[in-house]
């Protein structure tokens, strides 16, 4: 005999499911047509570029887990569930290509691995469900919140696979096929059944019970499937189509950049009364309204979001959710006032932790800078403390609203060379408006533009020419003001020529290399670790056979780390100290905790929650550090107030270019 098995075995009038089918496909195709009127009532998104590159990575992130792994018990759950489902997905395809294309496919070898991997996977699935359902309902995470909807997909879930084994497990029974041992959970499901109705074996009167059982939950487990299938647009399932959707047509921006609005188109409409940014969920692009129904309420985004864990008003998961609900109630009420205070966008450190952890690509952060650029751009609404920020900016061109002259005190004494009076500089050194006014941060960039010097690198700075870069303007929501300041600094840089920039911050770092570009200012653009590291051997020979032993832990700034992916260069310069002991800290990496400074927060006072920047500090303690490393200006700050606050003695707030030189 050859291994098959009769697809419709025991079904008669079978042809009466492409009528339930039918059904279940109009409600599934009205569901998603409702979905797509309301995404399409935002606004354009722009062209789509790089087609095939989108599908491959699309394809990679889903096929190898990679971001749902990030947390490994709920990772590999999912994992389970996902590969089982797809399995079993597949495996229902091949039963479809042999009874509508005539293909005779389950016959013999082929038949048999295919009864034993789809036993397998649906084992799988289900040993997934069960653990879902156990971690869900009896070990809850505090930022998982359980709806109705989560037990009906569920219940569903695990009803269909039971039915299905019990299907098999009742046609093995009576059929005993000779190799039904390539069905295991199949043929252990049938030897239940007749160990149940009789130990000594089952009767004839038995066998056609079971008999009777097999049909009734054929049609049973049809209905719950195709119940399943229309039931996907209107529940969390729809992820399963929205989530490759949204991963394929995730920004092809920079990570570090966020979308520039037209200022042109700024200025006509203002004149309309037009809105800038968002007001109402009809103020986002289609794809921004196509991320509320890509959440699949995981989260992950509050799990890492600082502000969450500082118990401030934001949770990036409900502003997302937020946007969906409004979608869905009115598209034109407002949102800022309604559903979201402004107490939780403006808690927000734009670190990207929310969206580094989001397996699905849905961008918080743009969401909430378009949240702050409506009330601000569109009615001039911002916070006492950002408003005089953005009036020093447009004044004195820094944030701190003191004199342009001041950029040069910091170089006082020194042979720097100001491109004023030297363009040919191969090198421009951007000093940045924290490196430049603030007295603490001063030492670090006189320690790197000693090292320049020792380096033998032909370098210059602006000097009194230099204006903030414009990420404080950004990030609070002033896009009209930023791209003019970035305008007239993009003017300022052609005007010497420059082709390489070199800056001890992070946020400077950030603007020049990922946003510059989207003004026409495309510049090589360096921070000053990665400047450093290509210069591994004057550093080498710098720090050989100096130094104290000491322990250190390096904090990762967001802007260096989260938004532009460099984790390993300063860890390398590290790693160059003979006598230094590194201690990595719980939160390291793309795991990093904010140190509460960015998103305009440098100029803003902590007044809801814990300080952000001490809970920081608590972690760094945690590793019994000498000295706490970072690069970057606002974290130098913001960590050393923290340790100030904590009253800690005996550990020190170094940049690392501190550490080097001090060596």
Not at 309 to 338: H, S, W
Not at 368 to 374: A, E, F, K, M, V
Request: hydrophobic share 40%.
């Amino acid at each position: 005999m050859v291994p098959s098995r009769e697809v419709f075995w025991n079904i008669p009038h079978h042809s009466l499911m492409y009528a339930l089918f039918a059904l279940c496909l109009i409600f599934f195709c009205y569901g998603f047509y409702r979905r797509l009127k309301l995404w399409f009532s935002g606004k354009e998104e722009g062209p789509i570029s790089h087609l095939s590159r989108r599908l491959l990575t699309t394809a990679w992130v889903i096929f190898s887990h990679k971001n749902v792994l990030m947390e490994i018990r709920p990772g590999i759950i999912h994992a389970s569930i996902f590969f089982g489902f797809l399995a079993l997905f597949i495996g229902t395809c091949i039963i479809n290509l042999q009874v509508h294309l005539k293909w005779h496919i389950l016959y013999g070898d082929f038949y048999l691995y295919y009864s034993l991997i789809l036993d397998i996977f649906g084992a799988l699935m289900l040993l997934g469900i069960l653990l879902a359902s156990i971690m869900r309902y009896f070990f809850k995470h505090r930022h998982i919140k359980n709806i109705g909807d989560d037990a009906v997909i569920l219940g569903l879930l695990f009803s269909i696979i039971i039915t299905g084994f019990l299907i098999e497990g009742s046609r093995i029974a009576v059929a005993e096929p000779p190799w039904e041992r390539f069905s295991p959970v199949g043929y252990a499901t049938a030897t239940v059944i007749k160990n149940l109705l009789s130990p000594e074996g089952p009767s004839p009167t038995d066998l056609k019970a079971i008999t009777k059982m097999h049909a009734l939950l054929w049609w049973f487990h049809l209905v719950l499937a195709m119940g399943f299938i229309a039931y996907i647009p209107y529940s969390k399932l729809i992820h399963i189509f929205t989530g490759p959707l949204n991963i394929f047509l995730h920004s092809a921006r920079p990570k570090g950049a966020l979308k520039p609005l037209d200022i042109e188109d700024m200025r006509e409409e203002t004149l309309e009364g037009g809105v800038f940014g968002a007001l109402s969920p009809k103020d986002f692009s289609w794809k921004q309204l196509l991320d509320g129904d890509a959440c699949t309420r995981c989260g992950r985004c509050d799990s890492q979001c600082p502000a969450t864990l500082a118990e401030k008003p934001l949770k990036p998961q409900k502003i997302i959710l937020d946007v969906k609900a409004q979608m869905e109630e009115d598209m034109n009420r407002r949102l800022m006032g309604g559903r979201i205070n402004a107490e939780e966008v403006w808690a927000c450190t734009t670190c990207r932790a929310c969206e580094e952890h989001c397996p699905l690509f849905i961008e918080h952060l743009q969401k909430i800078i378009d949240l702050r650029r409506g009330p601000g751009l569109t009615e001039g609404k911002y916070p006492g403390e950002i408003l005089r920020t953005i009036k020093n900016i447009k004044a004195q061109k820094n944030p701190y609203g003191l004199a342009k002259e001041g950029r040069e005190d910091w170089m006082r004494g020194l042979d720097i060379k100001k491109l004023s009076e030297d363009p040919k500089a191969n090198i421009l050194f951007w000093v940045g408006c924290s490196s430049a006014f603030d007295d603490r941060n001063q030492k670090v960039v006189l320690n790197f533009a000693n090292l320049l010097k020792r380096m033998g690198i032909d370098f210059g700075v602006l000097g009194r020419e230099e204006k903030c870069c414009g990420d404080p303007l950004r990030r609070v929501g002033n896009e009209m003001d930023f791209q003019l300041l970035a305008r007239e600094n993009i003017e300022t840089l052609r005007k010497y020529n420059t082709r390489e920039i070199v800056t001890c911050c992070p946020h400077c770092f950030n603007t020049l290399k990922n946003e510059y570009p989207q003004f026409g200012g495309d510049f090589k653009v360096w921070h000053h670790t990665e400047f450093l590291y290509r210069n591994k051997a004057f550093v080498q020979s710098l720090v050989s056979e100096k130094g104290n032993k000491k322990t250190i832990t390096y904090h990762d700034p967001c802007y260096l780390g989260r938004h532009n992916d460099i984790y390993d260069v300063p860890r390398h310069l590290l790693g160059l100290l003979p006598k230094a002991n590194l201690r990595e800290m719980g939160r390291s990496r793309n795991r990093s905790f904010c140190c509460g400074g960015g998103g305009g927060h440098m100029w803003m006072e902590q007044r809801i929650g814990k300080n952000i920047n001490e809970l920081r500090i608590d972690q760094a303690l945690e590793t019994r550090p000498d000295i706490i490393a970072t690069a970057c200006p606002f974290c130098l700050t913001m960590l050393t107030n923290g340790l100030k606050a904590k009253g800690v003695e005996g550990v020190e707030i170094l940049d690392i270019i501190e550490i080097l030189e001090g060596t």
